[in-house]
């Protein structure tokens, strides 16, 4: 998503539509955010509840500049982790939650969304 303006206009539809399914028309209390860059205002205005969080752990998109007034008419919170820190200090619980993860992924309990394959040479 995001990599042009029809694919970015369908997340935005299609984010608010799973919230919904999934019992929160009025948007979510948390978004974990990995990617950063044109996502991260989708889903601030798509999917967060007043008085939601969005939690900024990466920026693989790159970063893109925050309009405060978005944060003010979401009543949003921000809130940033570096989470490879927290890894480096904490590594016995890191350990258990990326093994918890690969059971996840393991058991089919998640289903990642693979958006395109790449040959590795």
């Known amino acids: 998503y995001g990599t042009d303006k029809i694919s970015f206009d369908r997340f935005k539809k299609e984010v608010k539509k799973a919230a919904a399914e999934l019992g929160h028309a009025d948007g ?3 978004v974990v955010d990995v990617v950063q860059g044109d ?3 989708s889903a601030l205005v798509s999917c967060i509840r007043p008085l ?4 900024l752990v990466g920026f693989t998109a790159g970063q893109k ?3 405060p007034g978005l944060l003010l008419v979401k009543e949003a919170n921000i809130v940033g982790s570096i989470w ?3 890894a480096k200090d904490n590594r016995e619980e890191h ?3 990326v093994n918890e ?5 393991g058991n089919g309990s998640i289903l990642p ?3 395109k394959v790449v040959p590795v040479e």
């Open 28 to 30: 979510v209390d948390l």
């Open 113 to 115: 969304r693979v958006n």
């Open 95 to 97: 350990t258990e939650n």
């Open 65 to 67: 500049p925050i309009r």
């Open 39 to 41: 996502l991260f205002e």
């Open 84 to 86: 490879g820190r927290w």
């Open 52 to 55: 939601g969080t969005i939690c």
């Open 101 to 105: 993860i690969l059971r996840f992924l």
